[in-house]
Nanobody, 120 residues
Framework: QVQLVESGGGLVQAGGSLRLSCVAS????????MGWYRQAPGKQRELVAA???????NYADTVKGRYTISRDNAKNTVYLQMNSLKPEDTAAYYC??????????????WGQGTLVTVTE
């Protein structure tokens, strides 16, 4: 079993910053890709940023230059630094990770989500 726990969401004014964290725990042998997705009310969940185990990153066009994803492999933790936040960034942010369990079984799990609200 693998668990992902996010933290760091909250209420911020436009132009402000927030840092999200997501810790993966459980029967983990290795993690390949860790990523952040978001879902705004009435919209589909979309990829925000992802990072592989070797540090390769990709970002949604809407957040390039404002968001930075990073990870600490030793701590099975992924971070999302969000700067210059806009009201349209308001959404529930979800962590996602895929990898192998200690039994060699592939996994892909989601966190429970953390809410980010950006006001004018």
């Amino acid at each position: 079993q693998v668990q992902l726990v996010e933290s760091g969401g909250g209420l911020v004014q436009a132009g402000g910053s927030l840092r999200l964290s997501c810790v993966a725990s459980g029967s983990i042998a290795s993690i390949n890709t860790m990523g952040w997705y978001r879902q705004a009310p009435g919209k589909q969940r979309e990829l925000v940023a992802a990072i592989t185990s070797d540090g390769s990153r990709n970002y949604a066009d809407t957040v390039k230059g404002r968001y930075t994803i990073s990870r600490d492999n030793a701590k099975n933790t992924v971070y999302l630094q969000m700067n210059s936040l806009k009201p349209e960034d308001t959404a529930a942010y979800y962590c996602n990770a895929d990898g192998l369990t200690i039994w060699g079984i592939p996994f892909k799990y989601w966190g429970q989500g953390t809410l980010v609200t950006v006001t004018e």
